[in-house]
């Protein structure tokens, strides 16, 4: 029952996810939005919505490790296994601008949420200042990037990619763009009540559920979208949008969640998970920097890397595993 209902719910994220793309998209195009607000903030800010609902509805719930682990999972995810397979598929470039913008404003965000895990946890004041920082890296990438051309601005690139499904009509856009958002909300919903019953019954621990399963549910759709643009040679929108995805992870999902609901971070999560994202975010920047380029033996790494950090995330769990066996 509960595989059932947690499958059904990361489905309906999917779905509504790229729903809320295309519509989203869609109606900025209707109203003539600037193709890099729409770059950098319609489709960023959408590309973070299945963490975003998920994490709130998890919140709303009572489940706070749900909710901080779902983040902190897909975060590592994203920058190891998703990161690494589209490298595998295409060596993927990393321009310079993206490793020094994005890449340490990843490194900045890890580091912090890594301090304020080891101080207790996110209150409203962290929040606050999550959301400054977060609001200062927008108007970073807004001035770097003006008047770019396509090639030169991951913002520019992503919207023009995205817009090449472009839907005709505004009502149209609207309806898909309502449907998709009430889609990810349905989906968020099943979602967390498939992972808390999914915990219970297999005896494993809500934060591990919420840093594999959950993880790899809302992570999906960059998946997806990150093979999608590897295979077609578009490189430099993968890069740049699993690096800003994860900074909108840190600076906007996690700030918005601690200024509504303050929470402590669990030990497990404070002392291993958060600081294990840390160091991937801080080894990303040399990865990325060599030759300005992530090639397939670092894409193979990184893969590696996200593979050990399951055994040992099933390692410590020290449960019996769903096929049978125990480690």
Same mark, same amino acid.
């Given at each position: 029952? &509960?595989?059932?209902?947690?499958?059904?719910?990361?489905?309906?994220?999917?779905?509504?996810?790229?729903?809320?793309?295309?519509?989203?998209?869609?109606?900025?195009?209707?109203?003539?939005?600037?193709?890099?607000?729409?770059?950098?903030?319609?489709?960023?800010?959408?590309?973070?919505?299945?963490?975003?609902?998920?994490?709130?509805?998890?919140?709303?719930?009572?489940?706070?490790?749900?909710?901080?682990?779902?983040?902190?999972?897909?975060?590592?995810?994203?920058?190891?296994?998703?990161?690494?397979?589209?490298?595998?598929?295409?060596?993927m470039a990393s321009p310079p601008k993206v490793v020094f913008r994005d890449g340490l404003a990843l490194a900045i965000g890890a580091l912090g949420l890594a301090g304020c895990a080891l101080a207790g946890g996110l209150n409203?004041?962290?929040?606050?200042?999550?959301?400054?920082?977060?609001?200062?890296?927008?108007?970073?990438?807004?001035?770097?990037?003006?008047?770019?051309?396509?090639?030169?601005?991951?913002?520019?690139?992503?919207?023009?990619?995205?817009?090449?499904?472009?839907?005709?009509?505004?009502?149209?856009?609207?309806?898909?763009?309502?449907?998709?958002?009430?889609?990810?909300?349905?989906?968020?919903?099943?979602?967390?009540?498939?992972?808390?019953?999914?915990? #219970?019954?297999?005896?494993?621990?809500?934060?591990?559920?919420?840093?594999i399963v959950l993880a790899a549910g809302i992570s999906a759709p960059k998946l997806f979208t990150t093979l999608y643009v590897a295979?077609?040679?578009?490189?430099?929108?993968?890069?740049?949008?699993?690096?800003?995805?994860?900074?909108?992870?840190? #600076?906007?999902?996690?700030?918005?969640?601690?200024?509504?609901?303050?929470? &402590?971070?669990?030990?497990?999560?404070?002392?291993?998970?958060?600081?294990?994202?840390? /160091?991937?975010?801080?080894?990303?920047?040399?990865?990325?920097?060599?030759?300005?380029?992530?090639?397939?033996?670092?894409?193979?790494?990184?893969?590696?890397?996200? /593979?050990?950090?399951?055994?040992?995330?099933?390692?410590?769990?020290?449960?019996?595993?769903?096929?049978?066996?125990?480690?």
């Amino acid at each position: 029952m &509960a595989h059932g209902i947690l499958i059904a719910g990361l489905l309906l994220v999917l779905a509504g996810s790229e729903l809320a793309m295309r519509g989203g998209v869609g109606l900025a195009r209707a109203f003539d939005v600037p193709a890099l607000f729409t770059g950098v903030l319609v489709i960023a800010l959408l590309t973070v919505a299945p963490e975003l609902f998920v994490t709130f509805r998890a919140v709303t719930m009572q489940r706070p490790e749900l909710a901080l682990s779902a983040v902190i999972g897909s975060t590592i995810l994203n920058l190891t296994f998703v990161l690494g397979l589209g490298a595998l598929v295409q060596p993927m470039a990393s321009p310079p601008k993206v490793v020094f913008r994005d890449g340490l404003a990843l490194a900045i965000g890890a580091l912090g949420l890594a301090g304020c895990a080891l101080a207790g946890g996110l209150n409203r004041a962290v929040g606050a200042g999550a959301l400054v920082l977060f609001g200062l890296y927008i108007v970073i990438v807004f001035i770097s990037d003006w008047r770019r051309a396509p090639e030169h601005s991951v913002g520019l690139a992503r919207a023009i990619y995205r817009s090449r499904n472009e839907i005709p009509s505004e009502m149209a856009s609207l309806l898909v763009l309502v449907v998709g958002l009430v889609l990810l909300a349905l989906g968020a919903h099943l979602g967390v009540w498939g992972a808390r019953e999914l915990a #219970g019954e297999l005896g494993w621990s809500e934060t591990t559920i919420g840093l594999i399963v959950l993880a790899a549910g809302i992570s999906a759709p960059k998946l997806f979208t990150t093979l999608y643009v590897a295979v077609r040679g578009d490189t430099i929108i993968a890069v740049g949008a699993l690096l800003t995805g994860a900074v909108f992870n840190l #600076g906007l999902v996690l700030g918005l969640v601690a200024l509504v609901r303050p929470m &402590a971070i669990p030990a497990v999560l404070a002392w291993r998970d958060v600081l294990i994202l840390a /160091g991937i975010a801080l080894l990303l920047l040399p990865l990325l920097a060599m030759r300005w380029r992530l090639s397939r033996p670092r894409g193979i790494l990184l893969i590696l890397a996200y /593979g050990c950090y399951l055994g040992f995330l099933l390692w410590r769990q020290g449960l019996p595993l769903p096929w049978g066996f125990s480690l």
